[in-house]
């Protein structure tokens, strides 16, 4: 069985930083990919940034420019450093593994909250 951790949430200021960590129980480098996503009230869960076992990265184009995701394989953790936060980053933040059987592993979540 496979966990996922998430941490590093809160409320901060548009403009403001944070970086979300994901711990794994077992080593990521045995998943195929790894990634962040949220879910806003109202809204269908989203891709934020996804990473795989051989490094490719794809991000929201909401994300672009602001956010990077990148892993620390000694540690079993995923990072996702967010900057120049908006309002509309308020959301959800889920953990997401998959393994080679496509076998999908989230974590509990964690709230990130923009605002004044």
């Known amino acids: 069985q496979v966990q996922l951790v998430e941490s590093g949430g809160g409320l901060v200021q548009p403009g403001g930083s944070l970086r979300l960590s994901c711990a794994a129980s077992?080593?990521?480098?045995?998943?195929?990919?790894m990634g962040w996503y949220r879910q806003a009230p109202g809204k269908q869960r989203e891709l934020v940034a996804r990473?795989?076992?051989?490094?490719?990265?794809n991000y929201a184009d909401s994300v672009k420019g602001r956010f990077t995701i990148s892993r620390d394989n000694a540690k079993n953790t995923v990072y996702l450093q967010m900057n120049s936060l908006k309002p509309e980053d308020t959301a959800v933040y889920y953990c997401?593994?998959?393994?080679?059987?496509?076998?999908?592993?989230w974590g509990q979540g964690t709230q990130v909250t923009v605002s004044s």
């Open positions: 990473i795989t076992s051989g490094l490719s990265i």
């Open positions: 997401k593994a998959e393994d080679i059987f496509r076998n999908e592993y």
């Open positions: 077992r080593i990521i480098f045995s998943f195929n990919a």
